[in-house]
Each structure stands twice: as structure tokens, then as C-alpha cells.
């Protein structure tokens, strides 16, 4: 059977979810956990690779067992053999051709930013602070123009494979800019994203916050194509893999 799992994890004690040999992965823990509870180690598809520090909320992976155990159970059981910073929130049985990254229609990131002068005294893994005032309706205004069919290479770091290809196409359907106390939260919503594109995208948001820049100056920056004329890349904490939607059925 084909079975998807939602899980969430805080990702600062991994190089991100891929298995990788410089470092402990999320996928790598997970797999440790179906060992453990499977008494196999089945191949792992995740919905995306996600950097070092990244966080996921809803992160979405599928994998193939013959397992009896009913997928109800399953989150019980992985949870007791994995690590306090991986949880599996849910499990069910899907179709057979069901891929968690290839059958995705959308992802949503969002980044937080405390805007204060003063660190909070928790889950300082979890945001970037900017001490300065903020102007979040600029910063939305900003934000509404990344949404659309665009080739969003300026919003690429260097050193990426599908870049170099010149895949650099991509679908924004939503993006936006909100306040939630002291917290300003960046969502966007894809249907696939470049190296690094969200950090990116934050820190040309964040300069529009700062007066820095302004939306009239969004479409010339796409046009352009050039990563210099966009914003500084944020760090990985404040970001979060937030949800994957995947078409009814």
C-alpha cells in the first residue's frame, strides 16, 4: 500500500529533508523510525527537499509497505521511535501512482519576522528579527505583484541545477503581507519554487517594509532577471513549509 504522511518538524538540527551524507537529514530519522516500526526501510518521496533550519508545519512524504498496521495507528508508532522535533500528525492510504512532490499542485511557505527591538525569550530558531518600523501595507502592496506566471531568476541563488537549465518559470498564486502582534508574517503560495526563492523573496519584501523600495519596482526586478537587484536572502529559521495541497481525490 501507498501510504502519505503529514508531518512536522523543526528543522534546526538537520541539513533539511533529503538524505545527504554531509550531514543528519529529516528523511533519514523518518526512515530510522519505519525501520524500527516496519521492520523495513522503505524508499521515502518527500513533497520537497527543504534547506538546512527550514521548519515544516504540514510537510507531506509517502512511502510503500505491506505493513498491517492501519495508517490510524501509524502516527502513534513512529512517534514513539522518532526524535521530539519530528512528528507524524497523520497517516492514510493513497493511489498507487500518488507521488508527494510530482503530484502537487501548490506548496505554501511563510516566513516570520519579529519586529522588535528585543528578541523574544522563545523560539528564537523560529523568526528573523528586524528592529526597525515596518510598513507591512507596503510591504503587501510589494508582495501582490510577484503573483502570476513570472521567471523569477532574480529570486535564485546562485548554485542552483534547474536555474542553470534556465527552468526558471513559475506560478504565484497567492502572496501576501500581514501584522500579528509584534510578529509580520510573509505567505506565498506556488506551484513550485527556486533555490532559496521564499528567503529571497522575504528580503525584497522586507526592504519595501524598510521604504527601501516600492511595488512599482517589482516588475522591472523580474524583467531583469539579476539577483543583485533583488533583496538579501533571510535566514532559514524564519521560514516554514507551511502546507502542500495535492487535487481532491
Known sequence: ?????????????????????????????FQDALEAVLGERPDVKGCSRTDAGVHAAGFCLNFHSDTR????????????????????LSAR??????????SAHAKTYRYHILNSQIDSAF????YYRAPGPLDVAAMDAAAKEFVGTHDFMALCSAGSEIAARGDTVRTITD???RREGEYVIVTVTADGYLYNMVR??????????????????????????ARTAAGPTLPAKGLFLWRVDYPEG
Do not use: W
Open 200 to 225: 529571497i523573496l522575504a528580503g525584497t519584501l522586507l526592504e519595501a517594509g524598510q521604504g527601501r523600495r516600492d511595488a512599482q519596482s517589482i516588475a522591472p526586478l523580474l524583467a531583469g532577471r
Open 1 to 29: 500500500m501507498n501510504f502519505l504522511c503529514v508531518i512536522a518538524y523543526k528543522g534546526t538540527n538537520y541539513c533539511g529533508f533529503q538524505v545527504q551524507k554531509n550531514g543528519l537529514s529529516v528523511c533519514e530519522v
Open 175 to 177: 502572496c501576501g503581507v
Open 93 to 102: 492510504v493513497v493511489d498507487e501512482a500518488f507521488h508527494a512532490r510530482y
Open 123 to 126: 523560539g528564537r530558531d523560529y
Open 69 to 88: 498496521i492501519p495508517p490510524e495507528k501509524l502516527p502513534l508508532a513512529l512517534n514513539s521511535r522518532l526524535p521530539e522535533d519530528v512528528r507524524v
